[in-house]
């Protein structure tokens, strides 16, 4: 069985303090926490990074959005880019070293980041989500065009919950990037613990169905 | 003789085709160009870079700022960084290939950039400038005492004129950073080499007083 891939994505607002003594409580529970601030300037990426590994969490499992610099300097996981990011074939010659997802919003995007190097997508937004008001979700359906786009492993992200991971699963999604069900969540370690049991039944699910 | 360094810093608020024609015509003239406009995306200065490079200004003379993984990446002289950067020691560890300028404001600030491994620091604003307006320059005795508190070259920015820069290389500076002297001149690179002709009859001028 393929273990899939729960990634926690910091929100925009929190203080360092509080991201860290969350991240603490989730860590055990996700295979990467990813440190998106887009506001910080390289600096406050650096202090908070270093308070991350000062608590424990692990730098493997260490993503900074944007700043490439910080994800090396720093000798982190990776680094997850944006459009307003370096190009996706400038950071895979230059910083072979990294793990480097691509957020990306469709398939021509999806495909244009494989061919660029990326290692993963994180594709979305799936489902409705507070963070994006008023802006229609991809569903499922485009979800499962892009999988058939593209080889590298998809993140679904955006509305995701307990309860509809499994679409995202079915769909052919190889985990799940999860912010505010988590950071928000008034126990956020029993939700990320929640997420991690609905993503593995969703894949012991598509497997039973597969087999 | 020294040749003394003559680095022009790009203001904050042109395009990218205006920077870009503007460089084009001074290159000859000076030794580095910074790229710094502080609110560009990592993409807009990667974008910048390509438009620097195909109008045949050569990358050894091209320094971002701030973007380390822009410097990195498109193979650039180097980087300049100020105290919301990355830390010094941390690009030196990580980037051994680029040339380090550290952006400073006291001897103190010298000081710490270069334990840290910075190649060369900026100090200033030396002089007054209509780019910090209200806030009291440095002057030429605080440029001498840094100049003694420290041994990598200094590169003095803040107000400096054809007619100052004798003072500057007196007090010990390397060479000089000029941002509105050049760029918004009615002839950028009719100034750019009377700075040029002024940074050598300087250096002479102190090489005479030595000798």
Chains 1, 2 share one sequence.
Not at 62 to 83: E, F, M, T
Request: proline share 5%; hydrophobic share 45%.
């Amino acid at each position: 069985m393929i273990i899939p891939w729960l990634h926690a994505v910091t929100p925009e607002c929190e203080s360092i303090l509080e991201c860290v003594q969350i991240a603490v409580d989730i860590h055990p529970y996700v295979d990467a926490i990813h440190v998106r601030q887009k506001q910080w300037t390289a600096r406050m990426m650096w202090d908070a990074v270093e308070q991350y590994r000062e608590a424990g969490i692990p730098q493997h499992k260490l993503i900074v959005n944007d700043r490439v610099d910080v994800a090396a300097a720093a000798n982190l996981r990776g680094v997850q880019l944006a459009y307003h990011s370096l190009p996706p074939h400038a950071v895979r010659a230059a910083f072979a070293q990294l793990l480097m997802g691509v957020s990306v919003h469709d398939e021509r995007e999806a495909r244009q980041a494989e061919q660029q190097g990326a290692d993963y997508i994180i594709y979305g937004h799936v489902f409705p989500t507070a963070c994006k008001p008023g802006r229609e979700p991809k569903g499922e359906e485009a979800l499962r065009r892009c999988r058939q786009a593209i080889t590298i492993p998809i993140v679904a992200i955006g509305g995701i919950t307990y309860d509809n991971i499994g679409k995202v699963i079915s769909a052919g999604a190889s985990g799940v990037a999860v912010m505010s069900g988590i950071w928000h969540d008034e126990h956020p370690a029993l939700s990320a613990r929640r997420y991690r049991e609905s993503l593995m039944a969703a894949v012991q699910g598509t497997s039973m169905l597969r087999s």
